[in-house]
């Protein structure tokens, strides 16, 4: 396990390293740049890519596995290329129904992440600032998925149940202008201790609030 | 092109070591039949056969010397009997039944460890040996001859051919002692089948060599006591179902509507457990572990009606109430009468003579504790540990032999030191 823990801090420490060693296009080199806060509000579906157990004594069951995913993030973008920040939202996982004893039930799961997010545009492996690939962005997070479950048999249950988990995702940006961009991010969710995995695509909206 | 490769390949190598987790397996090779009656074992030769043996053959993965002991379990008029050996290495254990298909005293089943992931399955001949010979058993007299169990086994390879033999050496220890198999006979986690905290693993705790249980009870929302270990409903104990949350946050019919426990069983309640423990299982011991918050009635209504059922049923059986926390023995001091509700308190000497509990029960941690041990011993108390399952120090507090009983995840290694003691 250390072993693992070991090569994944190694391999996270790689892309700012290599971005340290760039072109001369490298903004880290010479005079530094602004630093900005950006704001980003996202929203798409959402695919749950698990096995959903629904239980033996419910008949005439039904899965959903699709959903709606709701992203709410906080990124400090540097004058460098590693980026990092906040993420939360609300994703819902799935939901599913039957009868116990001739009556109607079902429950629903969602998740809130509360994830520290890390981003790197890929310019560091291929193109300028202003190519293709310099709006492409990988993105990982690492932090607690709040898993929320609704029963309804019998009377209403709500609970909920703090998972640790990741996430992963990829993104292209299109400015549109100084302070505004849209994206478009392709993301798994995996909170770990739940056994879940949730795959999304989110149209997103970057705002640029604050520079320093 | 090169680099993406390289990329690519670190991506691809970091997400198999991180998605390839080991797979903790050893199955039970062996589906008990859990037929009734004893074929040619009859009372008279089962109970000679109670006792510690030599070990010959095994390749020394069973030690040098096993102990047998026979249980049962009843349903209405049928009896299934079972042997259970017990091996001391990496709290190992044969479970036996009787095979009614041969002519001789033949008995089937498989072999366990549950400190590592050794199985296998096992047969045994009951013989006698005369002069180095050995002939066939019908017992229970010997006339000067020595009994013996002969066979084979595998180590999961699925052919029964290395072979084994066991030489009665003495009767088993008969100083009174309690062997109390943690969450009803063994944990989930050790694969023996069958979830802990359920009617199938308190029909098993004695064929882990348990004398006694212990259960742990928590209230649903609508105040019905049930077993269930952990604080949250997780999938180390339940099956997924998108939900979570506490046992006091659903009620009795949602738990058995929506939730099933790792091997399947429902959730069951106190009521449920104590009438099997009562009516089908011949344990002598039963500590209900008070996990609840709230009041005290329910579980010692039950305690009462269970305690009185068996003494009824000619049944030495005595089943008291856990109090492992200072809201546990809230609950405790605020029921109206507190006659015949033995209790059985987890926490320092002076509150165990305040409250009169009939057991101390430290956590083992604590170290022997001898003079307050001899102490309680002196006032006519009994004292159990909890919950020890390191083998090395299991082995210490019994050479102790001051102690009335352990708790312990490794039933079969607690009861292997018990018997087997001189």
New interface residues.
């Given amino acids: 396990m250390k072993t693992?823990l070991s090569?994944?801090s190694l391999?996270l420490l790689l892309p700012p390293c290599r971005a340290q060693f760039s072109p001369a296009t490298d903004t880290t080199g010479g005079k530094r740049g602004a630093y900005h806060l950006v704001l980003t509000a996202g929203a798409g579906p959402s695919r749950y890519g698990t096995?959903?157990?629904?239980?033996?004594?419910?008949q005439r069951t039904e899965g959903n596995y699709a959903g709606t995913s709701f992203t709410i993030r906080a990124m400090w973008h540097p004058d460098h290329r590693f980026r990092t920040g906040l993420e939360t939202g609300l994703t819902s996982?799935?939901s599913?129904k039957g009868t116990?004893?001739g009556e109607v039930?079902s429950?629903k799961?969602s998740a809130i992440p509360i994830l520290l997010i890390y981003q790197m545009p890929l310019a560091w492996?291929k193109g300028s600032e202003r190519s293709f690939w310099r709006r492409m962005a990988v993105t990982v997070g690492t932090g607690a998925y709040l898993?929320r479950?609704q029963?309804s048999?019998?009377?209403i249950?709500n609970?909920?149940?703090i998972s640790a988990g990741w996430l992963a995702a990829t993104s292209y940006t299109q400015p549109l202008s100084n302070s505004l961009r849209l994206a478009v991010e392709a993301r798994w969710l995996n909170p770990t201790a739940?056994?879940e995995s949730d795959f999304s695509l989110q149209a997103q909206v970057l705002w640029r609030i604050f520079s320093w | 092109m090169t680099r993406a490769f390289c990329y690519a390949l670190v991506g691809l190598l970091t997400s198999w070591a991180v998605g390839c987790r080991p797979v903790y397996e050893a199955p039970i090779p062996y589906d008990s039949s859990n037929k009734p009656g004893t074929g040619l074992f009859r009372p008279a030769i089962r109970r000679s056969l109670d006792g510690v043996y030599a070990v010959s053959g095994g390749g020394g993965q069973f030690g040098r010397e096993v102990s047998l002991k026979w249980s049962y379990v009843h349903d209405g008029t049928d009896t299934v009997h079972a042997a259970t050996i017990l091996t001391g290495v990496d709290a190992g254990f044969f479970n036996l039944e009787i095979n009614q298909s041969v002519d001789s005293l033949r008995l089937s089943g498989f072999w366990r460890t549950l400190v590592n992931q050794g199985t296998g399955q096992a047969a045994l001949t009951v013989v006698r040996k005369r002069r180095g010979q050995l002939l066939p058993y019908q017992g229970p007299t010997l006339a000067g001859d020595t009994l013996a169990l002969r066979g084979t086994f595998d180590t999961g390879t699925g052919s029964a051919t290395q072979p084994i033999t066991l030489t009665y050496l003495r009767p088993l220890n008969p100083k009174p002692f309690e062997v109390i198999a943690h969450r009803g006979g063994g944990r989930t986690a050790d694969l023996l089948g069958v979830s802990e905290n359920t009617l199938a693993i308190l029909r098993r705790a004695a064929r882990f060599g348990a004398t006694g249980v212990e259960i742990d009870v928590r209230y649903t929302k609508d105040s019905i006591p049930v077993l269930y270990h952990d604080n949250r409903l997780n999938q180390r104990l339940v099956q997924k179902n998108g939900l979570s949350g506490g046992i006091s946050d659903y009620t009795f019919e949602q738990l058995q509507n929506s939730f099933r426990l790792q091997y399947g069983e429902q959730i069951p309640t106190l009521e449920q457990a104590l009438l099997t423990i009562v009516d089908n299982t011949d344990l002598r011991f039963v500590w209900i572990d008070a996990k609840f918050s709230g009041p005290m009635n329910r579980v010692q209504a039950l305690q009462q009606r269970f305690n009185e059922r068996a003494r009824q049923r000619g049944r030495q059986l005595q089943i008291v109430i856990g109090l492992p926390s200072a809201d546990a023995v809230d609950a405790y001091r605020a029921l109206p009468n507190k006659a015949n509700t033995p209790v059985l308190c987890e926490l320092n000497p002076a509150l165990v003579r305040e409250l009169d509990a009939s057991i101390w029960a430290p956590r083992w941690t604590l170290g022997p504790q001898t003079e307050e041990v001899k102490a309680m011993q002196a006032e006519g108390r009994r004292v159990f540990v909890w919950t020890l399952d390191d083998l090395r120090f299991l082995e210490k507090f019994s050479e102790q032999g001051n102690l009335n009983g352990i708790l312990s995840n490794y039933a079969p290694a607690v009861a292997y030191y018990y018997y087997t003691t001189h």
């Fill in positions: 693992i090569l994944l391999l096995a959903i157990g629904i239980p033996p004594a419910w996982f799935y599913y116990v004893d039930a429950v799961v492996y898993i479950s029963l048999n019998k009377g249950v609970s909920q149940e739940t056994q």
